[in-house]
Antibody
Framework: QVQLVQSGAEVRKPGASVKVSCKAS????????THWVRQAPGQGLEWMGW????????QYAQKFQGRVTMTTDTSISTAYMDLSRLTSDDTAVYYC?????????????WGQGTLVTVSS | QSALTQPASVSGSPGQSITISCTGT?????????VSWYQQHPGKAPKLMIY???NRPSGVPDRFSGSKSGNTASLTISGLQAEDEADYYC???????????FGGGTKLTVL
């Protein structure tokens, strides 16, 4: 069955960086883009960007431009999301989700989420 | 890009029907048939309930249906059940520059 398994919770100080991983299984990894979505405590979902595992191409939401890097290692079917210059506003659960290639724009499977806490 | 507009909360009794609206603009909801809906129970990851405005993934009960008129998409749940109590989010493709935007979320309470 399709599974997206994310790395564990992280605590960082303001100004630091964090890297979250998302390991895929149960499907052909290169047929799906990996997207990242975050959810601050008690808040709604926020789309952050995507990475194409075939080409390494990325697109980021304007809000995160210059601060986020999304990469992928096809040899181990794993995507990564690196967020730098963290502030307390970045405290959130970060989810990875897959989207089929081509003209598809829905997230049909999600990781379990990774809580990132930014605190001094 | 502003979030799509959803009501903060809706409620209904078991067996009743409810509708959740999701209002955007001609640059997102109104411009593409790529609206999806997600159900999220507390502490859980979101789950896809409707894609491309009105399509249900395998395994989603046919009590869930979606539609769109102009810049507003809607999710209707008929025959409400206790397990439907959750937060619901809409999402729309918004073109190659912005790409995608979520609604603010709606808390459904089953009375």
């Amino acid at each position: 069955q399709v599974q997206l398994v994310q790395s564990g919770a992280e605590v960082r100080k303001p100004g630091a960086s964090v890297k979250v991983s998302c390991k895929a299984s149960g499907y052909t990894y290169t047929n799906y883009y990996t997207h990242w979505v975050r959810q601050a405590p008690g808040q709604g979902l926020e789309w952050m960007g995507w990475v194409n595992p075939n080409s390494g191409a990325t697109q980021y939401a304007q809000k995160f431009q210059g601060r986020v890097t999304m990469t992928t290692d096809t040899s181990i079917s794993t995507a990564y999301m690196d967020l730098s210059r963290l502030t307390s506003d970045d405290t959130a659960v970060y989810y990875c989700a897959r989207v089929a290639g081509g003209y598809k724009y829905d997230f049909d499977s999600w990781g379990q989420g990774t809580l990132v806490t930014v605190s001094s | 890009q502003s979030a799509l507009t959803q009501p903060a909360s809706v409620s209904g009794s078991p067996g009743q029907s409810i509708t959740i609206s999701c209002t955007g603009t001609s640059s997102d909801v109104g411009g593409y048939n790529y609206v999806s809906w997600y159900q999220q129970h507390p502490g859980k990851a979101p789950k896809l309930m409707i894609y491309e405005v009105s399509n249900r993934p395998s395994g989603v009960p046919d009590r869930f249906s979606g539609s769109k008129s102009g810049n507003t998409a809607s999710l209707t749940i008929s025959g409400l059940q206790a397990e439907d109590e959750a937060d619901y989010y809409c999402y729309s493709y918004a073109g190659s520059y912005t790409f995608g935007v979520f609604g603010g979320g709606t808390k459904l309470t089953v009375l």
